[in-house]
């Protein structure tokens, strides 16, 4: 999908959204392989393994960047940031 056609057919806020869950979660896309290399890594040094603890896949994982705990108000004020830089408004409705 091209970016252009990307930004017509979502809206700033599940941009955001998404945005949000990679940071966590990590990769969403085929730099996922890392997991699935993982697995072959641990499986082929556990086969050539004479002492020591097996090794398990997360042994294998790069550690992805975590972001620093935020409060809600941080939350708050990184959507509002990213939401403005991707065009987005914020509305409201009375209570």
Request: charge should be positive; aromatic fraction near 6%; glycine fraction near 8%.
């Amino acid at each position: 999908m091209t970016v252009r056609r990307l930004l017509a057919e979502t809206g700033s806020r599940e941009l955001a959204e998404w945005a949000a869950y990679e940071r966590i979660t990590g990769p969403l896309d085929g730099r996922r392989g890392d997991v699935q290399a993982a697995i072959v890594a641990a499986t082929v040094a556990n086969s050539q393994r004479t002492k020591g603890r097996p090794l398990q896949p997360k042994d294998f994982i790069p550690k992805w960047d975590k972001p620093k705990a935020m409060t809600p108000e941080e939350m708050w004020a990184a959507a509002m940031q990213a939401n403005a830089a991707l065009g987005g408004t914020v509305t409201t409705t009375p209570e």
